[in-house]
């Protein structure tokens, strides 16, 4: 993955650059996905747990993980479908868990729900200790991908699902180029325009450095998860990855 260097010195993709747009992201996000990706994620939550595999009624709770967390939109939609659930949001951006903190008094769940600082690369957790993590439009910010693949198959018990929900080039020769234009030039200008803030022309190019598919399927295989299914969303500009750890 490229890494862009901002003028004023925070890397692209990095907890700083996010701080500076996390009072808008949220908007941001629902005008240039068309609120799409409010659909993508609650089809993640949804594919959290196998329905053959939910964790036994003799449990008190369980709890999952969601790295990358942002503003704790797919925390707190953890927290609504399973109300079993302890979550522990994880983000390098302090302005964005300080909105994600405000939704979640809003929301009543701070007793549910803890959102802290810190990196995919070194998750600050014990071995197995997640029934459950996923991982939301965040793995395409990781600079070593495979070492945070390889955190979350680590901090998941064994059999354990592990989801990644990520954006990529679209597909489709019909569609796919309108989607591509959308991409490249609408989002970071559109970006740039609402938020002020010319971090959106990363986001374009991050997308267009992210490895295809069946290239990044094969490394979440590197990293000891079995790729169960993987889903196309959008003509091909986000895909659902489903995987489990080995038991």
Request: hydrophobic content about 40%; some cysteine; charged content about 25%.
């Amino acid at each position: 993955m490229t890494i862009e260097t901002n003028p004023d010195g925070g890397r692209g993709g990095s907890g700083a650059m996010f701080d500076r747009i996390a009072p808008r992201y949220d908007l941001l996000n629902r005008i240039m996905s068309f609120g799409l990706d409010r659909s993508w994620r609650r089809l993640l939550v949804k594919n959290l747990f196998e329905a053959t595999r939910e964790p036994p009624s003799e449990r008190t709770h369980w709890d999952v993980l969601d790295v990358a967390t942002g503003t704790a939109d797919v925390a707190i939609a953890i927290a609504r479908a399973y109300p079993k659930a302890r979550v522990v949001g994880l983000d390098p951006s302090l302005e964005m868990l300080s909105v994600g903190h405000t939704k979640l008094a809003k929301e009543g769940l701070t007793r549910r729900v803890s959102l802290q600082e810190g990196s995919a690369e070194a998750l600050p957790f014990k071995d197995a200790e997640f029934a459950a993590s996923c991982i939301s439009f965040g793995i395409r910010n990781v600079p070593d991908r495979l070492q945070g693949l390889r955190e979350l198959a680590r901090v998941t018990e064994p059999g354990g699902r592990v989801l990644v929900l990520e954006l990529n080039e679209p597909e489709g020769r019909f569609i796919g180029p309108m989607a591509k234009f959308h991409v490249h030039h609408v989002v970071p200008r559109l970006g740039a325009w609402l938020s002020g803030a010319k971090e959106y022309r990363y986001l374009q190019e991050s997308i267009a450095a992210f490895p295809t598919p069946s290239a990044f399927a094969a490394l979440m295989e590197a990293a000891r998860l079995t790729v169960e299914s993987r889903l196309p969303l959008a003509f091909g500009s986000a895909h659902l990855y489903i995987a489990r750890t080995q038991d």
